[in-house]
């Protein structure tokens, strides 16, 4: 009888113990999707501005028949929003949309750098609660697998989008958001910067660009995993 009911509380326990790791994951998604519905709604406000300047130079370029820029206006429009626009202002586009479009630039990048951190916040202490409970998956190995499966699904995007540069930079470019340089860097899968000088991974956060045989530039990963940098120059990862 005792083992009877010893054998029952261990179950009873371990049903309990799954219940939770499933109640956190719920709320722990719940206010990564919050979180992300208030990012876009913030992303969204900050491009407004420029929107409107773009409406502004469509309605102009429409007036005088330029083809050439409304072309580029519509271009313009979708990158803006896809997430896709470049630090450089297209040629065809007018002068006068520097300024809004670099405040945009800039606000985009400082939201949503902020926005990851808050994320962070959030993936540690829901990674707090599941190590708290990890003492109970000692003799329980489907507590301690379901617990494995959540940490391995947070973790995974922690710091993202990119974690680790020796599998995440290859394939990727980067944009120049702060201080003078190279205006992008595509980092190919061949090795090859910009399809010129070679690149070497030498940690998970930090690429060498070897300019020549006797000087080269040492990147660094930032923990949001989307910018590189090097002294006052900073890249931004262009999203997909």
């Known amino acids: 009888m005792k083992n009877c009911l010893i054998l029952a509380l261990a179950c009873f326990t371990g049903v309990a113990s799954a219940q939770t790791v499933a109640a956190l994951s719920q709320t722990h998604q719940a206010d990564s999707a919050s979180l992300a519905t208030r990012r876009d709604a913030e992303i969204d406000r900050l491009r407004q501005p420029y929107l409107a300047a773009l409406v502004e130079a469509d309605q102009a370029a429409t007036k005088t028949g330029n083809t050439e820029m409304l072309r580029a206006i519509e271009q313009e429009r979708d990158a803006v929003k896809t997430g896709k626009l470049r630090m450089e202002l297209p040629e065809a586009l007018p002068r006068k949309l520097s300024p809004v479009r670099r405040a945009l630039l800039t606000g985009e990048q400082r939201a949503r750098l902020a926005f990851d951190k808050q994320q962070q916040a959030i993936n540690a202490g829901y990674l707090q609660k599941l190590g708290a409970l990890q003492l109970r998956a000692a003799s329980d190995p489907?507590?301690?697998?379901?617990?494995?499966?959540?940490?391995?699904?947070?973790?995974?995007?922690?710091?993202?989008?990119?974690?680790?540069?020796?599998?995440?930079?290859?394939g990727t470019q980067w944009r120049l958001f702060a201080g003078e340089g190279y205006q992008s860097l595509k980092f190919g899968k061949d090795g090859?910067?910009?399809?010129?000088?070679?690149?070497?991974?030498?940690?998970?956060?930090k690429v060498s660009v070897i300019w020549d045989k006797s000087s080269s530039m040492t990147l660094t990963l930032a923990k949001d995993g989307s910018t590189l940098s090097a002294g006052d120059k900073i890249w931004a990862l262009e999203r997909e």
């Open 142 to 170: 489907a507590l301690a697998e379901q617990i494995a499966k959540e940490k391995a699904r947070v973790l995974a995007g922690i710091r993202g989008p990119i974690t680790d540069l020796q599998s995440g930079l290859p």
């Open 192 to 205: 090859k910067v910009n399809g010129n000088w070679m690149y070497e991974i030498t940690a998970r956060d």
